[in-house]
């Protein structure tokens, strides 16, 4: 039962990624399809990453109150139901109104689970479960892509994925019975879990630092995934086909990455994880930025990113109970994860008003900003703390 338990909390992480990089895929068609502004798709992701900020933030209270699984069970419904939503219509308006429940479905299961792997499993469990979230995140694109190349339509591709939602759905409440079973449903530990206030948990030595780091790495792969196929179509004279489909390669490149760091992880610990993915990141933004007549290194670049982005986010969820204590994991994550998204909610957005007003062309510069700072805050966190972390 609880080998069969972690599966079931992988299935979760594949329909946390699937969603995420739709959008991003689907754009360069949509804002010409409605006749808007191509820096809109910022509107609709800070909607969502909104949603998802106040229900990381009630993490704590919600699964201490109804439990893991069913806040992930509702959770993946509500997401579910939004994309179908998005899947049959034609209007701006009513996309952000979906975007209410997409993103109020993403945080609660996210903050959630994070914690509970974090709590109770290695390192190498941690890369792997967000692996997972890679492959869901890497997949959509090519869905996207093969209903734009077949003449299926965007909304296609948004009916296929929220049917696959859908059965995930159906798959985790038929689960439920499994977590009362092993006895989690309440998220229950070997210790007595703080109930901190924001005020309270930013106070702690530290945590000032890792929210700043977890600010800019969402910042940056959130923009770098959303505007990644829109960079390739308008500044680099891709065909918007094939870049829906190369945009997914960032996407490959963290699930891959994430594999691959399941192995390793033990051995390099969280803070070589964290230190030695931000320099890889770095690495492949100058690939995409360099203007050469070919595309090749730029694509190539795309993958370089996503494998440095593979270790940064679960090594960062995974040291929280090491660095600020097991009794405050579960606050403190529900603020990381919404620093996280506020960073995944204005940032993609400014870059959107970047992009039309001055030039898409930034794209790489943009994303080296958010690398160096990451980097900067992440080194200044390990000398505040009292216990480095491996």
Request: charge should be positive.
């Amino acid at each position: 039962m609880y080998s069969l338990l972690l599966v079931i909390i992988y299935v979760a992480f594949i329909s946390l990624g699937l969603p995420d990089s739709l959008l991003g895929s689907a754009w360069p068609v949509i804002y010409k399809q409605m006749d808007i502004p191509i820096s809109y798709a910022g509107i609709i992701t800070m909607i969502i990453a909104s949603g998802t900020i106040i229900s990381s933030l009630l993490s704590d209270k919600l699964t201490k109150k109804i439990g893991v699984g069913y806040v992930t069970a509702i959770s993946v419904m509500m997401t579910a139901l939004a994309l179908f939503g998005f899947s049959i219509s034609n209007s701006f308006i009513v996309l952000c109104i979906l975007a209410v429940p997409y993103g109020l479905g993403a945080g609660g299961v996210d903050a959630a689970l994070n914690n509970y792997v974090a709590l109770h499993y290695k390192s190498s469990h941690m890369s792997w479960l967000h692996c997972f979230w890679g492959v869901g995140a890497a997949v959509s694109p090519y869905i996207m892509g093969y209903s734009l190349t077949g003449g299926l339509g965007w909304n296609s591709g948004y009916r296929i994925v929220s049917v696959i939602q859908i059965c995930l759905t159906v798959i985790l409440f038929i689960s439920l019975p499994i977590w009362k079973k092993n006895n989690i449903s309440k998220t229950s530990v070997p210790f007595e879990s703080a109930d901190l206030s924001i005020s309270q948990a930013v106070k702690i030595k530290g945590v000032k630092y890792m929210l700043f780091t977890f600010f800019c790495y969402c910042a940056l792969e959130s923009t770098a995934g959303l505007w990644a196929s829109s960079y390739l179509v308008e500044f680099r004279g891709i065909d918007k086909e094939t870049a829906a489909q190369f945009a997914s390669l960032f996407y490959i490149g963290i699930t891959f990455g994430r594999f691959i760091s399941g192995f390793v992880s033990e051995r390099i610990g969280d803070r070589r994880l964290i230190r030695s993915g931000i320099l890889v990141i770095s690495a492949g933004i100058i690939m995409v930025g360099i203007p050469l007549g070919n595309n090749i290194l730029a694509l190539i670049g795309l993958i370089i990113i996503g494998l440095g982005c593979a270790p940064v986010y679960p090594s960062i969820i995974h040291s929280t109970p090491y660095n600020f204590g097991k009794e405050n994991s579960q606050s403190i994550i529900g603020i990381q994860m919404a620093s996280a998204y506020v960073g995944s909610t204005f940032m993609p957005p400014l870059f959107g008003l970047i992009a039309q007003h001055i030039n898409i062309g930034l794209y790489p510069l943009f994303l080296c900003i958010f690398a160096i700072t990451m980097l900067v805050m992440s080194e200044l966190l390990q000398r505040k703390l009292v216990r480095n972390p491996n």
